[in-house]
């Protein structure tokens, strides 16, 4: 699931459940930030929900049935690539060393 993923599936559940247009949803749980995974490991993104009290009540809601399906989303890259890098499974990168002579 990428960040997207997760705030079509905000609208999508808040239309259903909540009724309202798709972008007044949207704009009332706002964008989906993804974040590094080392720093927060229960659950790697954020929503800063603005609305009304009805609609951040309904959000939370909805924020606690989606994270404890989707959890994880995939981690930003924390620099650029170097030449050399190897990506790990977890998601991260490893940097190739140099050994001093």
């Keep these: 699931m990428t960040t997207g993923d997760i705030e079509d599936l905000f609208v999508t559940l808040l239309v259903g459940v909540a009724g309202g ?7 009332a749980v706002g964008p ?3 974040l590094p995974v080392v720093f ?4 790697n993104w954020s929503i800063a929900p ?7 009540e309904a959000i939370e809601k909805a924020e606690a ?3 404890q399906e989707h959890p994880y989303v995939p981690s930003p890259v924390s ?5 050399g890098d190897r990506r790990l499974p977890s ?3 490893r940097r190739r ?5």
């Design 32 to 34: 989906v930030t993804a």
């Design 91 to 93: 998601g991260g990168l």
């Design 97 to 101: 060393t140099c050994a001093a002579s």
């Design 21 to 27: 247009s798709d972008a007044s949803w949207r704009k």
């Design 50 to 56: 603005q609305g009304s009290a009805r609609q951040i």
């Design 79 to 83: 620099g650029p690539r170097r030449r």
């Design 65 to 67: 049935i989606i994270r």
């Design 40 to 43: 927060h490991p229960r659950s």
